[in-house]
């Protein structure tokens, strides 16, 4: 057997617990190594599926990119309890723009730059000129 090196990392306890849980269903007890043989696992799986074929790392940004993402949630709260819409799908244009003015500003241009952000991270998709989906 290779010698080991112990790596260190900080989970999310919930993570860290249904991991555990994980490992006690797959083998039906939770005994030395395990866990350690499953994390390696997991490592390996990743790191293979973020490769591309030159066997270069592909690295990608989040998507989307956590400002991004906080005012997505946002901009959905907004619609929610100013619309009263239940599940945000579509929404009117007039409505998205309504939104990001009260959230982040009525300059058009800030206006024009969360529109753009969102659609470049995958967060909104134009359905019509006058109508949004919400993607993520």
């Known amino acids: 057997m290779a010698k080991k090196v112990k ?4 989970l999310d306890p919930v993570l860290a617990l249904k991991f555990r849980e994980f490992v006690a269903q797959q083998y039906g007890k939770v005994s030395r190594g395990l866990l350690s043989f499953e994390v390696s696992q997991a490592l390996q799986a990743w790191m293979c599926t973020h490769k591309s074929t030159q066997a270069e790392l592909v690295h990608k940004p989040p998507n989307p990119v956590p400002n991004v993402f906080q005012v997505k949630l946002q901009v959905k709260e907004y619609l929610r309890t100013t ?3 239940e599940q945000i799908y579509k929404v009117p244009k007039n409505h998205l ?6 959230l982040r500003g009525t300059d058009e241009r800030t ?3 969360w529109v753009k952000l969102f659609e470049k991270y995958g967060v909104i998709k134009w359905v019509t000129p ?3 989906e919400f993607l993520a």
């Open 7 to 10: 790596f260190g990392v900080w």
């Open 111 to 113: 206006v024009k730059k």
């Open 97 to 102: 723009i309504l939104a990001i003015s009260s």
């Open 130 to 132: 006058g109508m949004i």
């Open 83 to 85: 619309f009263g819409y």
